[in-house]
T-cell receptor, first 120, second 109 residues
Framework: GAVVSQHPSWVICKSGTSVKIECRSL??????MFWYRQFPKQSLMLMAT?????????EQGVEKDKFLINHASLTLSTLTVTSAHPEDSSFYIC????????????????FGPGTRLTVL | RKEVEQDPGPFNVPEGATVAFNCTYS??????FFWYRQDCRKEPKLLMS???SGNEDGRFTAQLNRASQYISLLIRDSKLSDSATYLC??????????FGKGTRLSVIA
C-alpha cells in the first residue's frame, strides 16, 4: 500500500509553545489530506480537511486559529498547534487520499504513523 | 445519534474462537465502507474494504447490509495476534472517513 510519513513521531513541549507536525505522502500525490486527533480510548475525530493550494476545511468545534494547516504541495501538509496547552495533548494522525486508487466513489486513505504530543 | 456506532467492547475470546463485530451507520447516502485495525498507540491500518456482495480475506469476512445500514466483520480461528481495536469507517464520495469508536478484541491463550 501507499506510504504516508509523519514527523515528529512524538514531541514533548512546554505550555504556550507552538508545535508543527508534518505529513508527507511518499509515493503518491495527494490533493487532499486529513488531520485527525485521538484521545485515549476514544475514536479518531476528524479535525480538518487539508486541500492543496486552498484553505483547509475545519470541523465544527475545531479552532482554525489554533490549529493552522498548510498544504503547499501535493505531498506535504503541515499542522501547527499554536500556543499548545495540556488539553491539546493527544495523538495526531494524518491521512492522505490516494486518488489514483479504487473505483469512483471509493476512497482509499492511508494513514501516517501518528504524532504523540504531550504538553507539560 | 452518532453517524457510526459499533458494538461496545471489549471482546475477550479464546484462541481459535470465531468472533463477530457489527457496526451501524446512520447516513443512507454512505457509499464506501471499511474495517480498520488499530494496535495500541499506533495508527489505523486498513484491514479490508466492504462490498455489497460481501468479501473474504483468509480468516476475515466482511458483510454489508444496506437495507439495515450495518456492516459486519467475522474473524474465524482467532489468533493471539488478532488482539487489537477494530474500527469501522464509512464515507460518501469525496468526503472524509467517519470512524466508529472501535471495538477492542483480546484473544486469550
Amino acid at each position: 500500500g501507499a506510504v504516508v510519513s509523519q514527523h515528529p513521531s512524538w514531541v514533548i513541549c512546554k505550555s504556550g509553545t507552538s508545535v508543527k507536525i508534518e505529513c508527507r505522502s511518499l509515493d503518491f500525490q495527494a490533493t487532499t489530506m486529513f488531520w485527525y486527533r485521538q484521545f485515549p480510548k476514544q475514536s479518531l475525530m476528524l479535525m480538518a480537511t487539508s486541500n492543496e493550494g486552498s484553505k483547509a476545511t475545519y470541523e465544527q468545534g475545531v479552532e482554525k486559529d489554533k490549529f493552522l494547516i498548510n498544504h503547499a504541495s501535493l505531498t506535504l501538509s503541515t499542522l501547527t498547534v499554536t500556543s499548545a496547552h495540556p488539553e491539546d495533548s493527544s495523538f495526531y494522525i494524518c491521512s492522505a487520499r490516494d486518488e489514483g486508487q479504487g473505483v469512483i466513489g471509493a476512497d482509499t486513505q492511508y494513514f501516517g504513523p501518528g504524532t504523540r504530543l504531550t504538553v507539560l | 445519534r452518532k453517524e457510526v456506532e459499533q458494538d461496545p467492547g471489549p471482546f475477550n475470546v479464546p484462541e481459535g474462537a470465531t468472533v463477530a463485530f457489527n457496526c451501524t451507520y446512520s447516513n443512507s447516502a454512505s457509499q464506501s465502507f471499511f474495517w480498520y485495525r488499530q494496535d495500541c498507540r499506533k495508527e489505523p491500518k486498513l484491514l479490508m474494504s466492504v462490498y455489497s456482495s460481501g468479501n473474504e480475506d483468509g480468516r476475515f469476512t466482511a458483510q454489508l447490509n444496506r437495507a439495515s445500514q450495518y456492516i459486519s466483520l467475522l474473524i474465524r480461528d482467532s489468533k493471539l495476534s488478532d488482539s487489537a481495536t477494530y474500527l469501522c469507517a464509512v464515507n460518501r464520495f469525496d468526503t472524509p472517513l467517519v470512524f466508529g469508536k472501535g471495538t477492542r478484541l483480546s484473544v486469550i491463550a
